[in-house]
């Protein structure tokens, strides 16, 4: 099993930053790529962002990139969201969640997922 636990979130002003952590435990955690997902209020999950279980290789949504960076440090167990040039768009609840295989945009593919973390951006 695996424990996942999303911390950073928080409401910020357009244009301004925050980050995200995301803690696992319970595995070997360079077994898993992780992924950020979120969902705004009256809407489907969506994917932004995802690292491979070694960090060399990164995706984002088109929504987010250029203004998101994900990274993990392996020696922690942890893996991070950085949000710069936030958005009202921007605001919703994020996921971190775990993935065996590779990286991937499919939510459907990932095993392990956290409770969520609050992300409000006001305009």
């Known amino acids: 099993q695996v424990h996942v636990v999303e911390s950073g979130g928080g409401l910020v002003q357009a244009g301004g930053s925050l980050r995200l952590s995301c803690a696992v435990s319970?595995?070997?955690?360079?077994?898993?790529?992780m992924g950020w997902f979120r969902q705004a209020l009256g809407k489907e999950r969506e994917f932004v962002a995802t690292?491979?279980?070694?960090?060399?290789?990164?995706d984002y949504a088109d929504s987010v990139k250029g203004r998101f960076t994900v990274s993990r440090d392996n020696a922690k167990s942890a893996v991070y969201l950085q949000m710069n040039s936030l958005k009202p768009e921007d605001t919703a609840v994020y996921y971190c969640?775990?993935?065996?295989?590779?990286?991937?945009?499919?939510?459907?593919?990932?095993?392990?997922w956290g409770q969520g973390t609050q992300v409000t951006v006001s305009s």
């Open positions: 969640a775990a993935n065996r295989l590779l990286t991937s945009r499919r939510d459907y593919e990932y095993d392990y």
């Open positions: 319970g595995r070997t955690f360079t077994d898993y790529a």
């Open positions: 690292i491979s279980a070694s960090g060399t290789a990164t």
